[in-house]
């Protein structure tokens, strides 16, 4: 168990550009998860994965947000188009059912410039 | 749609002595989990303690214990004896119990309460 792993640990990009963010879950859990967490604030809910299946999304995700988990394994969330406000520290989660815990990586923190 | 408050944003405590963090929710759910989430600096964040509604035993892990008041929707979280890794971020979670098992363990949570502890 390796935990949860996330690249790159931080991203400086300029107001327009497209980022994109990886999350290698625990090998075994099929369950990801992506929370946006901005400073000082609890983490908000993006978006859920089960296997390579998109089930929830957040009303937060916007139409220039978007997250792929293709084969089931790790997953991607892009960010097209930044804007400043949406600096913060992205947070992916993973974990094995419905109810085993969260498992949470060390996050990715976003700076739009 | 439930909410979660933390009422406290910074709370102190002396090393070795016992601290209470405050927690209330909003649901018209009757079935739910609550979870206290640590946070230390530049580090992820971890699960401390768990409660599910239905259980009227408050949860215990080692030094932390909760008091779970569910008509009061109130979830405390009281850390004795403690110690300088205690200091961190302290979040408030909930979770829904309901959905098929498609449904994910997403989790509301609170604003946070940092905790320092003085030696």
């Known amino acids: 168990d390796t935990g949860v792993s996330q690249n790159p640990r931080h991203k400086i990009t300029k107001r327009g550009q497209n980022v994109t963010f990886r999350c290698d879950p625990i090998s075994e859990h099929n369950r990801l998860y992506w929370y946006r967490q901005t400073l000082g604030q609890g983490p908000e809910f993006l978006t859920y994965?089960?296997?390579?299946?998109?089930?929830?999304k957040s009303r937060l995700l916007s139409d220039r947000f978007s997250a792929e988990r293709p084969k089931g394994s790790f997953s991607t969330l892009e960010i097209q188009r930044t804007e400043q406000g949406d600096s913060a520290m992205y947070l992916c989660?993973?974990?094995?059912?419905?109810?085993?815990?969260?498992?949470f990586g060390n996050g990715t923190r976003l700076t739009v410039t | 749609a439930q909410t979660v408050t933390q009422s406290q944003p910074e709370m102190s405590v002396q090393e070795a002595e016992t601290v209470t963090l405050s927690c209330t929710y909003d649901t018209s759910e009757s079935d739910y989990y609550l979870f206290w989430y640590k946070q230390p600096p530049s580090r992820q964040m971890i699960l401390v303690i768990r409660q599910e509604a239905y259980k009227q035993q408050n949860a215990t892990e080692n030094r932390f214990s909760v008091n779970f008041q569910k008509a009061a929707k109130s979830f405390s979280l009281k850390i004795s004896d403690s110690q300088l890794g205690d200091a961190a971020m302290y979040f408030c979670a909930y979770r829904s119990g309901g959905g098929n098992n498609n449904a994910g363990n997403m989790l509301t949570f609170g604003g946070g309460t940092r905790l320092m502890v003085k030696p």
């Open positions: 994965f089960q296997n390579e299946a998109q089930l929830e």
């Open positions: 989660a993973s974990s094995r059912d419905r109810n085993s815990p969260l498992h």
